[in-house]
Nanobody, 119 residues
Framework: QVQLVESGGGLVQAGGSLRLSCTAS????????MSWYRQAPGKQRELVAS???????NYADSMKGRFTISRDNAKNTVYLYLNSLKPEDTAVYYC?????????????WGQGTQVTVSS
């Protein structure tokens, strides 16, 4: 079973930047896709960005050009660089991992990290 640990959230002023990190740990697993989602108060969880094992990326339209996802495969870590932050980016950001283990596919969620953008 894979466990995800996130870090890097915090309070930042509008226009500022943050870097979120998510590290996957476990035994005998192979990561297929790692993604970031976010959930603002009173709203549904939404995809922010994802990255597959062959480095293909996908971004939500509203975040293209401001957010960047990257991976360090050797460390089983995915990063999310948040730039030009806006108050509406305030949310809990969750890491998600889709992986294979014991001849089947599984998924895991991190505990979430709070990002608060002040105006």
């Amino acid at each position: 079973q894979v466990q995800l640990v996130e870090s890097g959230g915090g309070l930042v002023q509008a226009g500022g930047s943050l870097r979120l990190s998510c590290t996957a740990s476990g035994v005998n697993f192979r990561i297929n896709t790692m993604s970031w989602y976010r959930q603002a108060p009173g709203k549904q969880r939404e995809l922010v960005a994802s990255m597959t094992s062959d480095d293909s990326t996908n971004y939500a339209d509203s975040m293209k050009g401001r957010f960047t996802i990257s991976r360090d495969n050797a460390k089983n870590t995915v990063y999310l660089y948040l730039n030009s932050l806006k108050p509406e980016d305030t949310a809990v950001y969750y890491c998600y991992c889709y992986y294979s283990a014991t001849f089947s596919f599984h998924s895991a969620w991190g505990q979430g990290t709070q990002v608060t953008v002040s105006s």
